[in-house]
């Protein structure tokens, strides 16, 4: 059975007509002017290889850091923090505010009263869709739950290992209840 042609055109005209009243929120078209195309040029090739250059350089100053207050501690055990490892923490706190400063993240703005540690001792972050949730991660040092091949990370993993953290395994089926009790 064959459907008459105006209708066919009707319903091309229709759905041309639908996309330019709806924008798709996946695409985003930039449009740059041409003095904006010379500025992103300008800091692409004087102010980005020195801001990579401060991140990477506070990064590898916070790696002994974290690696000295990691050497003779459990993996598995919570034990309490001792007086130097809470002066490591508060030294890696500001050499992590430091690093994110100088990669461009000046003030990270919070709205609302932050939750006292009585109230609300978790800080939670989903989908863990990008490295952005790295930032409070690390100006916090909150504990998290993070897939165990994350400690292998050669600088990253010893920074985690310094946070309290919980590593899972999705081939154990009673990691679960190990996180439990």
């Given at each position: 059975m064959r459907f008459p042609k105006r209708r066919r055109h009707a319903a091309v005209e229709d759905a041309s007509e639908m996309s330019a009243r709806f924008r798709?929120?996946?695409?985003?078209?930039?449009?740059?002017?041409?003095?904006?195309?010379i500025k992103i040029g300008l800091?692409?090739?004087?102010?980005?290889?020195?801001?990579?250059f401060l991140a990477a350089f506070w990064m590898l100053l916070a790696w002994p850091f974290a690696f000295v207050a990691t050497v003779g501690r459990?993996?598995?055990?919570?034990?309490?923090?001792?007086?130097?490892?809470?002066?490591?923490?508060?030294?890696?706190?500001?050499?992590?505010?430091a690093?994110?400063?100088?990669g461009g993240f000046h003030w990270v703005r919070v709205k609302g009263q932050p939750a006292l540690p009585s109230e609300a001792p978790i800080l939670t972050?989903?989908?863990?869709?990008?490295y952005f949730d790295a930032i409070p991660v690390t100006m916090t040092m909150a504990?998290?739950?993070?897939?165990?091949?994350?400690?292998?990370?050669?600088?990253?993993?010893?920074?985690?290992?310094?946070?309290r953290r919980c590593f899972v395994s999705a081939s154990d089926p009673f990691m679960g209840r190990r996180l439990r009790d």
């Open positions: 798709n929120p996946f695409v985003h078209e930039l449009k740059f002017t041409l003095l904006q195309k800091m692409t090739v004087t102010l980005l290889p020195f801001r990579l459990a993996d598995n055990t919570v034990e309490p923090v001792s007086w130097w490892r809470w002066l490591v923490d508060l030294a890696l706190k500001a050499i992590m505010r690093m994110w400063f100088s972050l989903a989908p863990h869709s990008s504990s998290i739950v993070m897939k165990a091949e994350s400690k292998d990370i050669p600088v990253w993993g010893t920074l985690i290992k310094f946070i």
